[in-house]
């Protein structure tokens, strides 16, 4: 989590240009998301599935982020719970952070500070390893085991590593330039462009050969991220947002530090991105080189999306996220031992708290909805999960005791599933794929898929017109109504609800159902009259989408009189009408009602 604005750092930008220059490419312009082109989208191949490797006993997390803090505020408490838990972490933090180089104190009037990129970088490492010692239960200055490491990518990065009891805890530093002031170089451009070069930004104090200048380029930091999972062999990779809403930017929404047209700083999308690539990257790597596919489940987290919706976080869990914030952002007085500081002074002592976009009071998934999807088939249950970003089945072998993952392929796919059995007996698996992950001005696109068996996988297209738009919308949700008919929903990039329909065999074209705009995560079902209902979490209100009568169409149906939702809702049968519930916001307490619609 930084803002932007500085002075020009001439020097490193014109050291970056001359190694782009020198592979042949321009530096200039910046870009996330690329319009859609001519070049069709690669289908997943059916017939290419593989056997998952066999991982060592135990757990291990890898947190991948753009800066110093962003698990802090945007994953936490799940990292925290994690360690608590005995799972080793290993958070791999790909930009120094280096930000303006100026450490500020959050309040009153700044005085005047030296810019110092390598000192202020410093000073974020020293932070977190305050914020993980305490993290671990160990008192916040604490020494930690610092090493080097030597990468694919050939520059070595530190590796500072805690143990407490059982538990582990690693950082890694990439170190790559964040550039944010410039216009020369940026981490989005290295994503989006060819020739892109960025310095490594020695940390002060930082052991040797971690303190020697080096330069990043795209392929250095793919192959740095694949090296660093078959190093430490992750079982769950949370990374940061690819793909962030689309947000305009008014007197009632400032830009802030977002990006332009985005909700998220411009370095946290473009971390993900590299962070998915890399994960799509260490699946094909894995299979081309032993015929395996490693087991992993995967995660993304919002980031300055939190500020755009109600808080979803009760007291307790905001007081635990700011516990460890403190420790992060740490004191001018305080003696830690590092010459360089000790913490990032502007998200000390209470800012995190006061601050008004409130980041610290949300934890969002990118992807929430149904992790595990389960069909009931004439030999019994059926589950479907992604594992090593394919898909996955398991049948039910005694209650409760589900035989091995048999891989479906169809990678790489978003974590969270639908599925439907139809009258036929046929089962049908529908996903998010990132259908494209090129970047170098190549696409990156999102596309809806079904599987079934037989067949195989099925492209159903995305409901937007661009690879732009497309990106943002969301995991498809399946319903199977008494007509027989398959209805599918995604949240699309107006943040409101789009459908296709399965009849008599044939998938109508996609329809803009509109309505209010609502969070990620949809709850659907048919009332005992056989009518759908679909709702989702607004920013005042729940929005809901319904059919007058059994087969006729889904159309947007304002609900009156229910309190603020806090998260997404949940939905059940209940008699002839509908039990709706979902989180108060900033509360612990549930809303739960039944609904005559």
């Given at each position: 989590?930084?803002?932007?604005?500085?002075?020009?750092r001439?020097?490193?930008?014109?050291?970056a240009?001359?190694?782009?220059?020198?592979?042949?490419?321009?530096?200039?312009?910046?870009?996330?998301?690329?319009?859609?082109?001519?070049?069709?989208?690669?289908l997943?191949?059916?017939?290419a599935?593989?056997?998952?490797?066999e991982?060592?006993?135990?757990?291990v997390?890898?947190?991948?982020?753009?800066?110093?803090?962003?698990?802090l505020?945007?994953?936490?408490?799940d990292?925290?719970?994690?360690?608590r838990?005995g799972?080793?972490?290993?958070?791999?933090?790909?930009?120094?952070?280096?930000a303006?180089?100026?450490?500020?104190e959050?309040y009153?009037?700044?005085?005047?500070?030296?810019?110092?990129?390598?000192?202020?970088?410093?000073a974020?490492?020293?932070?977190?390893?305050?914020?993980?010692a305490?993290?671990?239960?160990?008192?916040?200055?604490?020494p930690?085991?610092?090493?080097?490491?030597?990468?694919?990518?050939?520059?070595?990065v530190e590796?500072d590593?805690?143990?407490?009891?059982?538990?582990?805890?690693?950082?890694?530093?990439?170190q790559?330039?964040?550039?944010e002031w410039g216009?020369?170089?940026?981490?989005?451009?290295?994503?989006?462009?060819?020739?892109v070069?960025?310095?490594?930004?020695?940390?002060k104090?930082a052991?040797?050969?971690?303190?020697?200048?080096?330069?990043?380029?795209?392929a250095?930091?793919?192959d740095?991220l694949?090296?660093?999972?078959?190093r430490?062999?992750?079982?769950?990779i949370?990374?940061?947002?690819?793909?962030?809403?689309?947000?305009?930017h008014?007197?009632?929404?400032?830009?802030?530090s977002?990006?332009?047209?985005?909700?998220?700083?411009?370095?946290?999308?473009a971390?993900a991105?590299?962070?998915?690539?890399?994960?799509?990257?260490?699946?094909?790597?894995?299979?081309?080189?032993?015929?395996?596919?490693?087991?992993?489940?995967?995660a993304?987290?919002?980031?300055?999306?939190?500020?755009?919706?109600?808080k979803?976080?009760?007291p307790?869990?905001?007081?635990?996220?700011?516990?460890?914030?403190?420790?992060?952002?740490?004191?001018?007085?305080?003696?830690?031992?590092?010459?360089?500081?000790?913490?990032?002074?502007?998200?000390g002592?209470?800012?995190?708290?006061?601050?008004?976009?409130?980041?610290?009071?949300?934890?969002h998934?990118?992807?929430?909805?149904?992790?595990?999807?389960?069909?009931d088939?004439p030999?019994?249950?059926?589950?479907?999960?992604?594992?090593?970003l394919?898909?996955?089945?398991?049948?039910?072998?005694?209650?409760?005791?589900?035989g091995?993952?048999?891989?479906?392929?169809?990678?790489?796919?978003?974590?969270?599933?639908?599925?439907?059995?139809?009258?036929?007996?046929t089962?049908?698996?529908?996903?998010?794929r990132?259908?494209?992950?090129?970047g170098?001005?190549g696409?990156?696109?999102?596309?809806?898929?079904?599987?079934?068996?037989?067949?195989?996988?099925?492209?159903?297209?995305?409901?937007?017109?661009?690879?732009?738009?497309?990106?943002?919308?969301g995991?498809?949700?399946?319903?199977?109504t008494?007509d027989?008919?398959?209805?599918?929903?995604?949240?699309?990039?107006?943040r409101?609800?789009?459908?296709r329909?399965l009849?008599?065999?044939?998938?109508?074209?996609?329809?803009?159902?509109?309505?209010?705009e609502?969070?990620?995560?949809?709850?659907?079902?048919?009332?005992a009259s056989?009518?759908?209902?679909?709702?989702?979490?607004?920013?005042?209100?729940?929005?809901?989408?319904?059919?007058?009568?059994?087969?006729?169409?889904?159309?947007?149906?304002?609900?009156?009189?229910?309190p603020?939702?806090g998260?997404?809702?949940?939905?059940r049968?209940?008699?002839?009408?509908?039990?709706?519930?979902y989180?108060?916001?900033?509360?612990?307490r549930?809303?739960?009602r039944?609904l005559?619609?």
């Amino acid at each position: 989590m930084l803002s932007a604005g500085g002075p020009s750092r001439r020097g490193l930008v014109a050291a970056a240009v001359a190694v782009a220059a020198g592979a042949g490419g321009a530096v200039a312009g910046c870009g996330v998301g690329a319009k859609a082109t001519a070049r069709r989208l690669t289908l997943p191949d059916p017939r290419a599935t593989q056997p998952y490797r066999e991982t060592p006993a135990g757990q291990v997390v890898m947190n991948i982020l753009a800066h110093p803090d962003d698990d802090l505020f945007f994953m936490n408490p799940d990292t925290y719970t994690s360690l608590r838990a005995g799972v080793p972490v290993v958070s791999v933090y790909v930009t120094a952070g280096e930000a303006t180089g100026v450490n500020h104190e959050p309040y009153g009037p700044r005085r005047h500070h030296e810019h110092d990129l390598d000192g202020y970088s410093s000073a974020r490492h020293q932070g977190l390893r305050q914020a993980y010692a305490a993290m671990l239960g160990l008192p916040h200055f604490t020494p930690w085991q610092r090493e080097v490491i030597a990468l694919g990518s050939g520059i070595p990065v530190e590796v500072d590593t805690l143990t407490s009891g059982a538990m582990t805890a690693r950082l890694v530093f990439l170190q790559v330039s964040m550039h944010e002031w410039g216009p020369t170089a940026s981490l989005p451009m290295m994503w989006s462009r060819s020739g892109v070069a960025l310095p490594y930004i020695v940390a002060k104090g930082a052991p040797s050969p971690a303190d020697k200048p080096a330069v990043w380029t795209r392929a250095k930091l793919v192959d740095a991220l694949v090296d660093l999972m078959d190093r430490y062999g992750p079982t769950h990779i949370r990374t940061l947002d690819p793909d962030p809403d689309i947000q305009v930017h008014d007197r009632k929404h400032p830009k802030g530090s977002d990006q332009p047209g985005y909700s998220d700083h411009r370095d946290h999308t473009a971390a993900a991105l590299f962070a998915w690539k890399a994960m799509d990257e260490w699946v094909a790597r894995s299979a081309a080189k032993d015929g395996t596919v490693p087991r992993f489940t995967s995660a993304a987290y919002r980031g300055y999306y939190n500020q755009r919706w109600p808080k979803n976080l009760p007291p307790a869990t905001v007081a635990l996220k700011a516990r460890f914030l403190y420790q992060y952002g740490g004191n001018m007085a305080w003696h830690c031992g590092n010459p360089s500081g000790c913490g990032d002074y502007g998200q000390g002592e209470n800012e995190p708290l006061t601050n008004h976009k409130g980041w610290i009071r949300s934890t969002h998934p990118r992807y929430p909805g149904t992790r595990t999807a389960i069909a009931d088939t004439p030999g019994g249950r059926t589950a479907f999960e992604v594992l090593g970003l394919r898909a996955v089945r398991r049948t039910e072998t005694r209650p409760g005791v589900w035989g091995p993952a048999q891989d479906l392929g169809g990678g790489p796919l978003a974590p969270a599933l639908s599925c439907v059995r139809t009258p036929d007996g046929t089962v049908r698996l529908f996903a998010l794929r990132f259908a494209s992950l090129e970047g170098h001005g190549g696409r990156n696109a999102r596309d809806i898929v079904v599987w079934s068996q037989g067949p195989g996988w099925r492209s159903l297209g995305n409901p937007e017109p661009d690879d732009d738009r497309g990106r943002r919308v969301g995991s498809p949700v399946a319903l199977l109504t008494p007509d027989g008919r398959v209805h599918l929903f995604v949240r699309n990039a107006a943040r409101g609800l789009s459908e296709r329909v399965l009849a008599d065999g044939r998938w109508t074209p996609w329809r803009n159902l509109r309505g209010g705009e609502v969070q990620e995560g949809l709850a659907a079902l048919t009332d005992a009259s056989g009518r759908i209902h679909v709702f989702g979490a607004g920013h005042v209100a729940v929005h809901h989408w319904a059919q007058d009568v059994p087969g006729g169409p889904v159309a947007y149906r304002p609900l009156k009189g229910l309190p603020l939702p806090g998260d997404i809702p949940a939905a059940r049968r209940s008699g002839t009408g509908v039990e709706l519930s979902y989180p108060h916001p900033a509360s612990g307490r549930r809303f739960r009602r039944d609904l005559v619609l």
